[in-house]
């Protein structure tokens, strides 16, 4: 729309120097990307071991300095960044420079039982803005100021509901409409529907299982989306069977993509590859060996935001885990490196009562050739889990689903089977295949 271009052009440009960088680097080498994220390493190295308490005490305690810390593979070697750190030394991890009315507040959602609050600056929110213009406007073939339809699910974000002046406000001003993911009855999809069809999207963005539910009305209620463009799917990791059956509805192509609170938009998936570009001069992403025995070829994310100096997380353990990307150029031209596929959370890893650990993607994995549509598997004892599905299982679909499994399971592990009326969701509207409600409170997972 005009009025978001005009709105989005005034109050952007601060962030424009960061959007052009992130646009003129894009199709550099991997080579080019490596050399300059670690030039903005050792200016972040520096800054923090002089005005970071936490960062200079661990200099000291383990015998170094920045200056020893000559490639990216030393870099790797210094010791990882936890939330339990974090909030430890929260008070000694805020640089003793940073201007107190540049200091921005954040937290996670906490969704795995473990919220965090940290701080960001300025220079931390404009790349992360410049990061979300590029991945979810650029990368689809649109620009800021495109009209789009939203679904997500923080309240912190979006409200429960919106009256008329909200709606005309947000449209203007940005060129959205938005619904909560985490209440999608049927009377707020008709009416978001309605906005839908006078604005004309072009592009849809939300969670995962949002963007699928809403999929699903549209498919029954044969709703077109005639202006669209892109989806962008977000906050949950999604399955190829699932992304296929958005686009198909959609009848458009469709973004995957992968970020948080902590470090914005990370990386997002380019329109010749199902792997994803990591934004490369905003955060430095390694894949560390997980510490246990996995069924699978994933490893650990570990995060380093280059830009916030307010609170630098150097080597940060984000929880994630991923399986890096081809080498390489991509066939789209870009030299950004690249994340195969986002597997899930480190929580999503069963420990069951003999010390056996089991990657929550296995089980995944495991049922993509079913025909089950809405289903999660959780571990409710150390020696027990559930298949909970919105419908019926047979006892043959059951007996074959154990027998696919038993290789899998420790000896005594029980597979239980539950219909429910509605599959859990985070308390910020994500949805999860895989979790353990072992030692969490019920409010975590609902």
């Known amino acids: 729309m005009f009025a978001s271009r005009i709105y989005q052009t005034l109050s952007l440009r601060d962030v424009k120097p960061d959007l052009e960088q992130i646009l003129a680097t894009q199709y550099w080498s991997t080579e080019q990307i490596r050399e ?36 990216l593979d030393l870099y790797s070697r210094l010791p990882a960044l936890t939330k339990a750190l974090i909030r430890e030394h929260s008070d000694q991890m805020i640089a003793d420079n940073a201007c107190s009315a540049d200091r921005v507040a954040n ?8 919220p965090l609050q940290f701080f960001q600056d300025r220079r931390y929110l404009n790349s ?68 839908c069809t006078a604005i004309r999207p072009k592009i849809l963005r939300g969670y995962v299982s949002a963007v699928k539910e809403l999929a699903s009305y549209v498919e029954r209620e044969h709703v077109e989306f005639k202006a669209l463009k ?21 009848k458009v192509r469709s973004y ?30 390694e894949f560390a060996h997980c510490p246990d025995p ?41 030299g950004l490196p690249r994340i195969k596929n986002l597997i899930g959370r480190t929580t999503e890893i069963f420990t069951f009562g003999d010390g056996t650990k089991t990657a929550g993607e296995v ?29 019926s299982i047979s006892p043959m679909q059951k007996d074959s689903i154990r027998q696919r499994f038993r290789p899998l399971l420790p000896s005594g592990v029980v597979l239980d089977f539950e219909k429910v009326s509605a599959l859990t969701k ?13 030692g969490k409170s019920k409010e975590q997972f609902q």
């Open 426 to 438: 985070t308390p910020t509207g994500k949805f999860r295949f895989v979790f353990s409600e072992i």
């Open 294 to 334: 996995y069924s699978s070829n994933a490893k650990q994310l570990v995060l380093t935001n280059l830009n916030n100096y307010t609170m630098p997380f150097l080597r940060y353990e984000i929880g994630d885990l991923g399986i890096p990307g081809t080498p390489g150029t991509c066939k789209c031209g870009r």
């Open 128 to 195: 992360a803005d410049a990061a979300r213009l590029w991945g979810w406007y650029y990368m689809a073939g649109c620009r800021p100021g495109d009209t789009s339809a939203i679904l997500w699910g923080a309240v912190r974000d979006v409200k429960a509901d919106f009256t008329f002046p909200e709606r005309l406000r947000d449209l203007l001003k940005f060129g959205e409409i938005a619904i909560n993911a985490f209440n999608l009855s049927e009377d707020r999809i008709r009416n978001f529907l309605k906005w």
């Open 107 to 114: 937290a996670t959602g906490g969704s795995t039982g473990e």
């Open 230 to 250: 892109a989806v962008i799917l977000c906050a949950e990791a999604v399955d190829s069977r699932t992304q296929s059956y958005i686009e198909d509805v959609f």
């Open 363 to 391: 089980f995944i994995h495991m049922l993509k050739d079913l025909s089950l549509q809405e289903y999660q598997f959780v571990q409710t004892h150390p020696d027990r889990l559930a298949l909970r599905t919105l419908v």
């Open 256 to 285: 995957n993509s992968y970020g948080g609170r902590e470090f914005s938009l990370t990386a997002i998936q380019c329109n010749a590859s199902s792997e994803l570009h990591e934004v490369s001069l905003n955060n430095y992403i």
């Open 36 to 71: 300059a994220q670690f030039r903005k390493i050792r200016s972040l190295l520096g800054h923090a071991y002089s005005h970071v308490p936490y960062y200079t005490n661990l200099f000291k305690r383990i015998g170094a300095h920045p200056e020893d810390i000559t490639s």
